[in-house]
């Protein structure tokens, strides 16, 4: 029978008074995920074999340590989102001295090589390895919620995996890629220096400025609502789910994307990101009925912003790249040609606006749903631009990443071979 038992949870702080900055304002980008319930969920599996001793008195506390050096940092991953009940007040991420991120350590009987192979498996085995976000409070006249917990998990003489839960209006994907490469760095090295000579530190400036904007979104989330009773959802089963992991070669990208390129020649958008999705879309319209299907991604704004803004800007910078098409359209004899056509089209106009990626907020929420419109959606998760392959703790890179099942939408966390294009 499958166990998880918890060793210890613990909470890390940072040094003690090594955070100056404290206070982050959310912008309109982070108040999108206010609306969510769902918060992410990453996992990744490292192989290696270590005993219980050896997981307890060297690997967590090594973990715990670099942790704590790297939160000086990166200060909004041990603080709280502060919610004022007023749409006259933007929501913040605020850490105050002595604030902490529950960290638990855990073994387990699991098998290990079910749960990292590419074969379809039960999303329920993977639950007892994430961990939970703490509870909301009430202080005065605003509710805190934690933002980010760890839990480290033995697979006695086979591996361990790292889960990471966090809030999305913390911070979108190259947010926490940001930080996990501080975090390995000062865990290979033992301090943070290496980090310092040759990593890149967080942006924390709000550069991006847009008052409309950051009115209608945080009115759209509705903090009057917020209490103490607010709780992001939890992962739980039994569930009618299961993972797998598909691989599209190098061979095979560039012979859908030599097709497109010979059968669509006027095509502005053709990349591997891109022919992979409509790849995937075409797959998965042919076991559908005739349904209005919305396909999505997310397009990191930051270098499109009007100025641009730099890379390393903290938070979330990310707009929603929106195509829709009827599975009986998708499924005919060009239906893979179709969606290349229809999500690269899509993404050449969003990108080259001449108002600017701003232009066309919309938001996808329930309303896409109702009145006869969008039936099924279907969104990719990550980027084969941030390498989450190469996160290395000291003890060697991950053999496989996952990320976390929205309950309401199928993910794809799209995975493409290396020199892909």
Not at 7 to 26: M, N, W, Y
Not at 245 to 271: C, D, E, H, M, N
Request: proline share 6%; with cysteine; net charge neutral.
């Amino acid at each position: 029978m499958d166990s998880i038992v918890v060793l210890e949870q613990t909470q890390v702080s940072p040094p003690p008074a090594t955070i100056g900055r404290k206070s982050l304002p959310l912008t309109f980008f982070d108040m999108e995920w206010l609306a969510f319930p769902d918060p992410v969920h990453v996992l990744f599996f490292y192989e290696l074999s270590v005993t219980k001793t050896q997981f307890t008195e060297t690997i967590v506390p090594n973990l715990k340590q670099s942790l704590s050096v790297t939160l000086q940092h990166f200060f909004p991953f041990v603080g709280k989102l502060t919610v004022f009940p007023s749409s006259t007040r933007k929501p913040e991420i605020r850490y105050v001295e002595g604030d902490s991120v529950n960290v638990t350590s855990a073994e387990c009987n699991l098998d290990f090589n079910y749960l990292t192979a590419n074969h379809p498996r039960d999303c329920d085995k993977f639950y007892g390895l994430i961990p939970l976000l703490g509870r909301t409070a009430k202080v005065s006249d605003y509710i805190t919620i934690p933002v980010f917990s760890v839990q480290v998990t033995l697979f006695p003489n086979c591996g361990i995996s790292i889960g990471l839960t966090y809030h999305h209006s913390l911070g979108d994907a190259s947010a926490l890629f940001c930080f996990l490469k501080a975090w390995t760095s000062v865990s290979q090295s033992g301090s943070d220096q290496a980090f310092l000579a040759n990593g890149t530190l967080p942006i924390f400036d709000r550069l991006v400025k847009n008052p409309k904007l950051d009115e209608s979104y945080l009115k759209k989330a509705k903090v009057e609502n917020y209490n103490e009773d607010y709780q992001l959802q939890r992962l739980f089963g039994p569930t009618d789910k299961v993972r797998a992991t598909f691989i599209l070669a190098r061979t095979v990208i560039s012979g859908l994307k030599k097709l497109v390129t010979t059968q669509l020649p006027t095509l502005a958008y053709v990349s591997s990101f891109t022919i992979a999705c409509a790849y995937i879309w075409n797959c998965a319209a042919k076991s559908h009925n005739d349904e209005l299907e919305l396909f999505v991604f997310a397009v990191n704004c930051r270098s499109r912003m009007d100025p641009p803004i730099p890379a390393a800007y903290f938070g979330n910078c990310v707009l929603p790249c929106l195509t829709f098409a009827r599975t009986t359209v998708l499924k005919e004899k060009e239906g893979f040609l179709t969606a290349a056509k229809l999500i690269g089209e899509n993404l050449h106009m969003m990108l080259t606006d001449k108002d600017g990626v701003l232009k066309d907020t919309i938001r996808t929420d329930e309303s896409l749903f109702q009145d006869g419109g969008v039936t099924r959606m279907m969104g990719v998760a990550g980027t084969s631009k941030l390498r989450f392959y190469d996160l290395d703790f000291g003890f060697g890179m991950p053999i496989k990443p996952e990320t976390g099942v929205n309950k309401r939408t199928k993910w794809l966390d799209l995975k493409l071979q290396r020199g892909g294009g």
